[in-house]
């Protein structure tokens, strides 16, 4: 890639997809690349905080007509939103042969890849993830998700970027909570990976927020895992829907609380639901569950009192995309602790299963 300063090769990630590779680049100094992506002519789609945040690198960006500039919430991720983004494009400007570059977290992602997929039938993108969770998990894997009404990420396209530029001097200015929200992501990862990988980040669990190179290690760590699942499965049909691990349940987490709770907060309670159904149904042994537990209890803290309504998580649940007449798709830990796809009939029982969970471990919040 063209002027791109890249500080150490090994550190490279190069991804295969249906519309050939794609590279991740770790570059402390990447944002200063922005600078260069403006000169080249490109177009933005930029999330307003990081702007705001970020003023030194993104100022020129937002004041180069050529920005749309989005408050980043479930809201804006609307499909009922998109024409409005596509039509300041084209009113920038925007043409076949530009470059769309997208500055933010995994909203920003999700509506600058959905709309670069759309718009004159597809176009090249750029991705800076500014928060944890997308530079940890969400910037590769080729996918858009929007939402349509109140149904979170029911539509979407496959359209991975050309490049990703990863720059952990974005994190700084993240809240613990968005940080924990993006380790959420790293720990789904390493339960997926195996007891081996899990029991690596428990062990390292309290210096990831401390220490920049513990969670520098566990971003690229998580990356490489991920990197496995999806290309071996890009368009998501069998092997990658072991990803959802946490999602089912964290999705009905995140519609029943109106989104008050950050995405990876709400998948890693979601985690452990699925570990309590897990041994519920005979999956998991409870002393197995409960190593998993002492981690994801840590990670979701400061959101046990947030109510989560069981019959708003039963709707949610119910309009999940991976339910059909026969049953959900759910993906629970099997006896080896290794989350894998399970169909469960959605009948009282289950949803019996989740009140519980809820009950038990949130009480009287449950409501
Ligand atoms: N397409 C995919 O493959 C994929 C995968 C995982 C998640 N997602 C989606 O990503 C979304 C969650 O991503 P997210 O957690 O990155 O959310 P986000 O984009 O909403 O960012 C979270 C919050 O952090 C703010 N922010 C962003 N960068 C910041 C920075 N550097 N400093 C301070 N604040 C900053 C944002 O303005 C926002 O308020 C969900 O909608 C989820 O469905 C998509
Ligand atoms: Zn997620």
């Given at each position: 890639m063209a002027g791109l300063r890249v500080s150490?090769?090994?550190?490279n990630i190069t991804i295969a997809s249906h519309r050939g590779p794609y590279q991740v680049f770790f570059e402390?100094?990447?944002?200063?690349l922005l600078t260069e992506d403006l000169e080249s002519g490109a177009h933005f789609v930029v999330d307003s905080t990081v702007a705001e945040l970020?003023?030194?690198?993104?100022l020129p960006v937002v004041e180069s007509g050529r920005a749309v500039v989005l408050t980043a919430t479930e809201r804006t991720k609307n499909l009922d939103r998109i024409p409005a983004f596509a039509e300041a494009l084209l009113r920038n400007?925007?043409?076949?042969?530009t470059q769309l570059v997208a500055v933010g977290g995994g909203i920003t992602q999700d509506i600058a890849c959905f709309l670069a997929s759309i718009l004159m039938r597809g176009l090249s993108w750029k991705f800076y993830p500014t928060t944890l969770l997308a530079q940890a998990?969400?910037?590769?894997?080729?996918k858009s998700s929007i939402n349509v009404g109140a149904v979170k990420n029911s539509a979407g396209t496959f359209w991975p970027p050309e490049t990703i530029v990863i720059d952990?001097?974005?994190?700084?200015?993240?809240s613990e909570s968005e940080l924990r929200s993006g380790i959420g992501e790293i720990i789904k990862v390493h339960i997926i990976d195996g007891p081996q990988s899990f029991d690596r980040l428990a062990a390292e669990y309290d210096r990831l927020i401390s220490a920049p190179e513990v969670l520098g290690d566990a971003v690229r760590r998580s990356l490489h895992i991920k990197k496995r699942i999806i290309e071996a499965d890009e368009f998501d049909t069998?092997?990658?829907?072991?990803?959802n691990y946490g999602h089912t349940f964290g999705h009905a987490i995140e519609s029943a609380t109106d989104y008050s709770i950050p995405h990876g907060i709400a998948v890693t309670i979601g985690m452990d639901m699925a570990n309590y159904v897990a041994v519920e149904v005979g999956a998991l042994a409870p002393d197995r569950r409960a190593r998993m537990k002492v981690i994801t209890d840590r990670n979701s803290?400061?959101?046990?009192?947030t109510p989560i309504p069981f019959d708003r998580f039963a709707a949610a649940i119910k309009s999940?995309?991976?339910?059909s007449a026969s049953g959900i798709t759910v993906i629970l830990p099997d006896s080896q602790s290794i989350p894998a796809r399970v169909r469960l009939p959605l009948d009282d029982r289950f949803l019996g299963l989740c009140g519980s969970y809820l009950l038990e471990e949130r009480g009287r919040h449950v409501a």
């Open positions: 150490d090769d090994r550190d402390n100094g990447g944002r200063r970020h003023a030194d690198t993104c400007g925007i043409r076949r042969d998990d969400s910037c590769i894997g080729s952990s001097g974005f994190l700084g200015t993240l069998g092997p990658r829907q072991v990803l803290r400061g959101y046990e009192q999940d995309k991976k339910v």
